[in-house]
């Protein structure tokens, strides 16, 4: 069943026009510290860490040893040997589980650690959790910070926000999803393609190459009223699947993403059917 959130999209509209600072919500993260923390984390994500700047921060792709996701992070350097992992809400312990198994013999330690997350903060020593391309610039800032906070916890709103931008989030990658799935030009932002070895790259590295792609792909849906379907369908023909989505009562809308077949990933927006319900197909 597709979760109900009144008035999203009036609150992210609000949200893009108020410039004010203010914090939204906590977020679990995990911290990776030690000698060893910058070599461990390049052997293990996709971007090139070793190369970030102290309070530089990049996406990533942690994936598993065939190659399959994994999460999609944020990975930031905040001290010469202390970075912070962030994925999805719910993600942290998953994220650490993963990178505790192939924690060998290596001088740095794992930690679990919840962060305040902000929107249009640029207070010293905060990190920014959103990629360049979203709507919003969204940054986990410093204990002590003196913005001023939401009345409610916002953080899975702003998650449900990435829906109806047509961003990709973390929330939209499920374990066992070959990474191209993100398209292209999704891995290329996640993925160092000049550095050493790391987990999973042999199937990056080969597809790039070959300039090949994934059998699915995800794409963004928005259609009028509750979807109560999650099958996806043109013509007659099931063509995807619902991965992630939201509804908002106060416009009876609702977004999505979705998981669509390679051969009828759109390159523009189409007409589809969702239970009998017409909705709007695009590439994220």
């Known amino acids: 069943m597709i979760p109900q959130h009144p008035g999203l999209l009036s609150w992210g509209v609000a949200l893009q026009a108020d410039t004010a600072p203010r914090t939204l919500g906590r977020l679990e993260v995990v911290e990776v510290a030690g000698d060893d923390a910058a070599g461990f984390l390049q052997g293990q994500l996709a971007c090139d860490v070793e190369a970030l700047s102290e309070g530089e921060s990049v996406s990533s792709l942690l994936l598993e040893p065939d190659g399959s996701f994994g999460h999609l992070v944020r990975v930031a350097r905040e ?20 990178l505790h198994r192939f924690k060998l013999r290596v001088r740095a330690t794992l930690a679990l650690s919840s962060r305040a997350v902000a929107v249009g903060a640029t207070e010293a020593g905060s990190i920014v959790l959103s990629p360049p391309e979203h709507s919003l610039r969204v940054l986990l800032v410093p204990e002590g910070s003196s913005l001023p906070g939401a009345a409610t916890d916002e953080v899975t709103t702003l998650e449900a926000w990435s829906l109806v931008n047509h961003e990709l989030a973390s929330a939209d990658v499920q374990a066992g999803m070959n990474p191209f799935e993100l398209g292209a030009e999704g891995v290329e932002r996640a993925v160092s393609q000049t550095k050493g070895c790391y987990t999973g790259q042999e199937l990056v590295a080969r597809v790039l190459a070959r300039a090949g792609s994934a059998p699915h792909r995800l794409c963004a849906l928005t259609a009028e009223g509750l979807l109560e379907a999650s099958e996806v369908s043109i013509g007659g023909e099931e063509i995807g699947v619902l991965v992630r989505g939201v509804h908002d009562p106060e416009v009876d809308r609702t977004w999505a993403t979705v998981r669509v077949a390679r ?13 009998g319900r017409e909705g709007a197909l695009s590439p994220l």
């Open 263 to 275: 051969k009828a990933a759109p390159k523009g927006e189409v007409i589809c059917s969702v239970g």
């Open 79 to 98: 001290a010469a040997r202390h970075f912070v992992i962030a994925g999805a809400l719910g993600d942290a312990e998953r994220i650490m589980a993963r």
